[in-house]
């Protein structure tokens, strides 16, 4: 059984595309986040949501918008790609207040 | 705001070596602290948590962690390193509400030469 699970697991596409990643937990966690991994494998977190509700929004371009519509569920579409999109996205969960998070195997997304 | 300093980029130990890994970090409170760890192509996985009470925190496949206030430092160690262990290990740093947010550190390449 996966705890955290996301699709695709690669995702190549053109400049200019709209894309989206879903993710879904089966943890019972009320919250959940997208990190960006990029090249140099530097991870940092993009969003978080509790309950369906937007909890962190770090500097992000609003190209990006994450969508919860349910506590199991956080998806990331991604509007008007750019070459510097190109990275692993993970989708994480956790209990709030509790601190540890569980990650998913992440989405390799190429920008060409 | 809390960062995280893992000073080694790349480290290689010998199989049944023994094995450090440093992580510092910069918070004004008691910070919760993790260790994570990823093999090429995967995901992270938890290897240990630090909350509060014992400073020693055991984890799994055989690592542990020592939180030393006095130092900022959340150092991850294993007594005898298999080949297997070789990944990414990521340290972090979470604060306690403000969202649940982790700061990751930039990771540090273990590579273990048989």
């Known amino acids: 059984d996966t705890a955290v699970s996301q699709t695709p697991k690669y995702l190549v596409t053109q400049m200019g595309n709209d894309k989206s990643i879903k993710c879904e937990q089966n943890?019972?966690?009320?919250?959940m986040y997208w990190y960006k991994q990029d090249s140099k494998k530097f991870l940092k977190i993009m969003f978080s949501?509790?309950?369906?509700?937007?909890?962190i929004n770090e500097t992000v371009p609003n190209r990006f918008s994450p969508k919860s519509p349910d506590k199991a569920h956080l998806n990331l579409h991604i509007n008007s790609l750019e070459l510097g999109d190109s990275a692993v996205y993970f989708c994480?969960?956790?209990?709030?207040?509790?601190?540890?998070?569980?990650f998913g195997p992440g989405t390799r997304l190429t920008v060409t | 705001a809390q960062s995280v300093t893992q000073p080694d980029i790349h480290i290689t130990v010998s199989e049944g070596a023994s094995l450090e890994l440093r992580c510092n970090y910069s918070?004004?409170?008691?910070?919760?602290l993790f260790w994570y760890v990823q093999s090429p192509g995967q995901g992270l996985q938890l290897l240990l948590k630090y909350f509060s009470g014992d400073t020693l925190v055991q984890g799994i496949k055989g690592f542990e962690a020592e939180f030393k206030r006095s130092q900022s430092s959340f150092n991850l160690r294993k007594p005898s390193v298999h080949w297997s262990d070789a990944a990414e290990y990521f340290c972090?740093?979470?604060?306690?509400?403000?969202?649940?947010?982790?700061?990751f550190g930039t990771g540090t390449q273990l590579k273990v030469e048989l």
């Open positions: 918070y004004g409170a008691t910070p919760y």
């Open positions: 943890l019972g966690h009320d919250t």
């Open positions: 994480a969960s956790s209990q709030k207040g509790v601190g540890e998070q569980y």
């Open positions: 972090a740093v979470g604060v306690r509400g403000g969202g649940n947010k982790l700061t």
């Open positions: 949501y509790n309950n369906k509700e937007l909890i």
